[in-house]
């Protein structure tokens, strides 16, 4: 594909789009015209090679790999699942299924692009859409049937998969997240209502009954199918929550599966879901959660669990999980990432020190903000001594182990299957796994 978007990745004879995302394509129009563009797409000003003048760069781009590429990719089936919490896992345990059952997919989502196995990280949870675009052909070269695709409500707020058409669109529940982003839980949920509006005419919309913002996303227009522990489509009942397995009905059907916690049943339900309209054959005690998520290493007669949880939703979830499980205690290692929704910090040290034994709070990707002014937030609300601070994530991990003895847990939350941490505006490897093995 000779168009970009990045500057950075111009070669000669390219053309470059000036695009306004979170930088200003317009400034970087004579970076790219430096590294070989032999045509620029602008909505001002003109260069010393062609320019073609027009009202919206993003547009442009949206109608031309429509007009150029749609028809390659038109036969691919689109599964896209938005929600706040269980997007990767429910993508990748659909992705693995159809696999699994030889209806070769592809996953793009929160921890990359696969196809058979990973293909490469990907910078967002849903990619810009001449990078979509550029997948999805892949994709076909690579004679995928399925593509599950995570959607998230910033992508769709910029109009990043406009112009796709979804056979499936699944919606999984809507908790606090993003704020700082769209300000109101309405706007937030109308921007991830937008999927729903870009189902084919002959596809289905699946919806957690659940939800108090359920309506946003069942539309008369669509044929939809619910989901949940009320009446519905797919009724969830009889939820047993073992260590090692989570037992539940769905309607008359017993299931088994791997992942652990009433939260998970719903992302299982999903799949579920699938199986019948597909006629799959029923898989689901097989399926593994992605990395990251429930991420349990054995240490001694302890358990450490590695989550990616990083709203109070999520967090929640979590910890009421685990206490269901009888372990001795729960020490939780926990903090939140800066330049994002502050109003959901002191709620996430709130409900982590009601639920866990004790709680170390640390630096997550503190980026442009200092650690322990993010700290101070997620403390400001609790009214417990159950908890201390160390700013270091690697030392909070390393005491958070030395504090098991017997039959206790570790929780280490918020950045699951990430390998960096965020400081400033760099990216230094980091990971939570490789720090516990290191130690243990």
Request: net charge negative; charged share 25%; aromatic share 10%.
């Amino acid at each position: 594909m000779n168009i970009k978007v990045d500057s950075r990745k111009v070669k000669k004879g390219d053309t470059f789009i000036a695009i306004k995302y979170n930088n200003d394509g317009h400034n970087y129009i004579e970076d790219a015209i430096k590294n070989g563009a032999e045509k620029i797409v602008c909505e001002k000003g003109l260069y010393s090679v062609e320019t073609l003048v027009v009202k919206d760069t993003h547009e442009y781009l949206v109608n031309y790999l429509k007009e150029k590429y749609y028809d390659e990719i038109k036969d691919l089936k689109l599964i896209g699942i938005t929600g706040t919490n269980g997007k990767t896992t429910t993508c990748y345990l659909i992705w693995q299924m159809l696999n699994k059952l030889g209806i070769k997919s592809a996953y793009i989502g929160t921890i990359g692009f696969y196809i058979e196995e990973k293909v490469k990280d990907l910078n967002n949870t849903t990619p810009d859409i001449l990078d979509m675009y550029e997948m999805l052909l892949e994709c076909r070269k690579n004679n995928c049937e399925y593509v599950v695709l995570e959607a998230s409500s910033h992508a769709l707020c910029q109009n990043r998969l406009k112009g796709l058409q979804f056979d499936y669109a699944v919606f999984t529940n809507l908790t606090q997240d993003h704020l700082d982003y769209h300000n109101t839980m309405e706007n937030y949920a109308k921007c991830k209502q937008i999927l729903f509006n870009m189902i084919k005419k002959e596809g289905k919309a699946i919806v957690n009954i659940d939800s108090e913002y359920k309506d946003y996303f069942i539309i008369d227009s669509n044929d939809t199918i619910t989901y949940g522990l009320n009446d519905s489509d797919y009724k969830i009942s009889n939820i047993t929550i073992n260590k090692e397995n989570t037992i539940f009905n769905v309607n008359d059907n017993k299931y088994e599966t791997k992942l652990v916690g009433k939260y998970n049943v719903y992302n299982v339900t999903i799949c579920i879901i699938f199986m019948e309209l597909l006629s799959l054959d029923n898989i689901i005690c097989e399926l593994e959660a992605p990395k990251g998520r429930m991420e349990k290493i054995k240490y001694n007669d302890n358990m450490i669990v590695i989550d990616y949880a990083h709203t109070p939703d999520a967090v929640e979830n979590v910890l009421n999980t685990i206490k269901e499980l009888n372990y001795e205690n729960i020490y939780t290692i926990i903090g939140c990432g800066g330049n994002r929704d502050k109003n959901k910090r002191k709620i996430m040290g709130k409900i982590s020190t009601q639920l866990s034994n004790y709680v170390i709070f640390t630096s997550d990707n503190p980026r442009d903000e200092n650690p322990m002014d993010i700290i101070q937030n997620m403390v400001e609300n609790v009214d417990t001594n159950n908890y201390e601070i160390i700013e270091n994530r690697e030392t909070a991990i390393i005491r958070g182990i030395q504090l098991m003895k017997k039959s206790d847990i570790l929780l280490v939350l918020g950045k699951g299957h990430e390998e960096y941490q965020i400081i400033g505006n760099k990216k230094y490897d980091f990971s939570d796994e490789k720090i516990i093995y290191k130690y243990i």
